[in-house]
């Protein structure tokens, strides 16, 4: 499985930005999917996961800020980031769950995409 992310780039901080992730395959429809982001210098962290039937779980430091969701039709993932702030800046990773469910878990995932760099400007 091949994924894709998408829609990264550019912000000031207060805007919004859409994420988005495409999995090569189907089979992530059955699967939980994440967003992970790794800041410079700083460990990969979790960000926001998405059960096969729409169960949500949020970091603390985003929750009510950042929104996810899927099309399980099309096999894909979105993040919706709002009111951002410049400690979000880090590169944003898209993941599929071993399981149908999501998890804080980076280990949990056994398929990961490249990055899409997001930067929020003061």
């Known amino acids: 499985v091949q994924l894709q992310a998408s829609g990264g780039g550019l912000v000031q901080a207060g805007d919004s930005l859409r994420l988005s992730c495409t999995a090569s395959?189907?089979?992530?429809?059955?699967?939980?999917m994440g967003w992970f982001r790794q800041a410079p210098g700083k460990e990969r962290e979790f960000v926001a996961a998405?059960?096969?039937?729409?169960?949500?779980i949020y970091a603390d430091s985003v929750k009510g800020r950042f929104t996810i969701s899927r099309d399980n039709a099309k096999g894909s993932v979105y993040l919706q980031m709002s009111s951002l702030k410049t400690e979000d800046t880090a590169v944003y990773f898209c993941?599929?769950?071993?399981?149908?469910?999501?998890?804080?878990?980076?280990?949990?995932?056994?398929?990961w995409g490249q990055g899409t760099q997001v930067t929020v400007s003061s």
């Open positions: 998405i059960s096969w039937r729409g169960e949500v």
């Open positions: 395959r189907r089979t992530s429809s059955n699967n939980g």
């Open positions: 993941a599929v769950n071993r399981s149908p469910y999501g998890n804080r878990d980076s280990k949990t995932y056994n398929y």
